[in-house]
């Protein structure tokens, strides 16, 4: 029996890492997981789908189930607030330039070179209020 605290602790770490990606404009991760943990797919179907290595497919699936502890409580976070996750907007503007990308931030009005690392450090603010959002009316 895992105790619930830490079911509830290993829950927001992942939602928190989720959400900064889909932040930052990132949402391959959150769908391989999906595919993965709760639809099932191999993970040489999901590389093909997203066009992603498999060492990456496993990389994914690997960090996400290190992030709560268990597979199954990865399982049960994924398949939960998947839609959730999905519904928060980006604050990232991805600006293809040919062959390069620029990330402008839409609350900053400025370009920024790593927008994950942007998003973590400069609008932790909007990371907590949207893990606040996705998990209001679940019971943790
Ligand atoms: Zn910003």
């Known amino acids: 029996m895992v105790p619930r605290s ?13 959400i900064t990606k889909k932040l930052s404009g990132d949402i391959t991760r959150l769908q391989v997981a999906y595919d993965y943990l709760v639809k099932g797919m191999s ?22 189930i290190d992030t709560v502890g268990k ?5 049960w ?6 839609k959730r996750i999905m519904g928060v907007d980006p604050i990232i503007m991805v600006i293809n330039r040919g062959r390069s990308s620029t990330y402008y931030c839409i609350l900053c009005s400025r370009e920024v070179t790593d ?26």
Request: proline content about 3%.
């Open 43 to 64: 993970p040489s179907d999901i590389s093909r789908r997203y066009g992603v290595s498999k060492c990456s497919v496993s990389a994914t699936v690997r960090k996400v």
């Open 77 to 82: 976070v994924v398949k939960t607030f998947y």
């Open 6 to 18: 830490i079911v509830r602790e290993g829950t927001c770490r992942l939602l928190r890492y989720f």
């Open 115 to 140: 927008p994950l690392t942007h998003v973590r450090t400069r609008h932790t603010d909007i990371v907590d209020r949207m893990l606040r959002a996705v998990i209001r009316g679940v019971n943790l």
């Open 71 to 75: 597979e199954w409580i990865a399982r």
